[in-house]
């Protein structure tokens, strides 16, 4: 629950809105992309392992990005 | 396009499946996060206005998250 760095997502707010982020509202956003994240990677090997594979591809991430 | 490190995709989904990463799954899902991100800050960051604030805070971004 801490993988992804808050300077990258503060830079992630702030160029995408031009104003200023408060560093609980990095922490915020950084929370739910990592769940949302293990959602999809668990959805992308189920599929990786339907067929057959043990590595996840970005195949299997498409689909279960599609099925969402 | 670019700001959340690789290596920290890659990890979230290992660790959640278990299983191995192709280096494009976890471009793909990188990629994808990174968007998600951007639409929830641009949303956050009209309730910051509309609040009259000129900082992004994490009540905004939950009220975005609520908004989905």
Redesign the interface.
């Known amino acids: 629950m801490s ?3 808050l300077a ?2 503060d ?3 702030r ?8 560093e ?2 990095a ?3 950084s929370v ?3 769940e ?3 959602r ?3 959805q ?2 189920v599929f ?2 339907h067929a057959g594979r ?5 195949e ?3 689909l279960a ?1 599609k099925k969402q």
């Open positions: 993988e992804l760095p990258a997502i830079r992630i707010i160029k995408s809105t031009g104003i200023r982020v408060s609980s509202a922490k915020e956003l739910f992309l990592e949302e994240g293990m999809i990677a668990q992308a090997a990786s392992k043990k590595t996840v591809t970005d299997d991430i498409r990005l």
